[in-house]
């Protein structure tokens, strides 16, 4: 896309597309056309074999401040119904490809909600979490009381939603909110260095994985199992899986080709 566009997407690193949030004029709010055009550029790597990891990521200063007030402060019920804003967010919920957030400054409102539609996030020491909705006469729309209650809990979900208080990122790491912390000036890279680590793993394992995680988020444990236990039998029927097991025998790197 355009450097120039609401939302750059590159592919200098192999196997990896990195999305980058690009609206530094208004702290990267996330419009409708931001959302549209987000959607499909995950959209566009979930249906891509050559990319194997997302990575997500906004500015040096700024990951992504909140939907945008201006369209909304004015808006009826049914105006925000029909906008139908779910389906923006529906493919990158969707997305069976890992995907990585590398969040650096504020991450507040549906710019946490965002983060934390990834797998992974790596956050800088300078970045802030929150879901302030209350302070402006709302609440979280996009996930926030469902997606941060189930990652950190009940009680440190309702204190942030209730209050709209901001978290550190080393509050965010110790309460199960983010995946590292990094300083900021390491934060792209660190993204950037897991992103391809993943990417020369077995893509059909990783999908598998990613699959039966955040299924197991809304079944029983026993059916969890169950599910883990047909993608576990599942993989043998890949060349990946004979590639891996191989080259560890014969003490090699292996070469998976996502078969």
């Known amino acids: 896309m355009n450097k120039n566009s609401m939302i750059h997407v590159d592919y200098t690193i192999p196997a990896v597309a990195i999305i980058k949030i690009n609206r530094p004029e208004?702290?990267?709010?996330?419009?409708?056309?931001?959302?549209?055009?987000?959607?499909?550029?995950?959209?566009?790597?979930?249906?891509n074999d050559d990319i194997h990891v997302i990575v997500i990521t906004g500015g040096d200063e700024v990951f992504a401040a909140g939907a945008d007030l201006k369209e909304l402060a004015e808006a009826s019920a049914m105006e925000v119904y029909l906008r139908r804003a779910e389906r923006y967010w529906q493919s990158i919920a969707n997305c069976p490809k890992p995907i990585i957030a590398a969040v650096n400054g504020f991450a507040l409102g549906g710019g946490c909600e965002l983060a934390m539609h990834a797998d992974i996030i790596i956050a800088g020491k300078s970045a802030q979490f929150g879901q302030p909705e209350i302070k402006v006469g709302v609440m979280p729309g996009a996930g926030g009381t469902q997606r941060l209650v189930r990652a950190v809990g009940k009680f440190h979900a309702m204190r942030m939603i209730m209050t709209g208080c901001l978290i550190s990122a080393e509050e965010a790491y110790q309460i199960g909110l983010v995946s590292q912390v990094t300083e900021d000036?390491?934060?792209?890279?660190?993204?950037?260095?897991?992103?391809?680590?993943?990417?020369?793993?077995?893509?059909?394992?990783?999908?598998?994985?990613?699959?039966?995680?955040?299924?197991?988020?809304?079944?029983?444990?026993?059916?969890?199992?169950?599910?883990?236990?047909?993608?576990?039998?599942?993989?043998?029927?890949?060349?990946?899986?004979?590639?891996?097991?191989s080259a560890f025998l014969e003490k090699r790197k292996p070469i998976y080709q996502g078969k």
């Open 26 to 47: 208004a702290k990267n709010a996330l419009n409708t056309q931001v959302r549209k055009l987000l959607s499909e550029a995950v959209a566009l790597q979930a249906d």
């Open 185 to 245: 000036t390491e934060t792209l890279n660190t993204a950037y260095k897991m992103a391809q680590q993943i990417a020369r793993l077995p893509p059909i394992a990783l999908e598998q994985i990613k699959e039966v995680v955040l299924l197991s988020e809304d079944i029983p444990l026993n059916a969890g199992l169950a599910l883990e236990r047909k993608a576990f039998q599942l993989l043998f029927d890949t060349q990946d899986q004979k590639e891996g097991m």
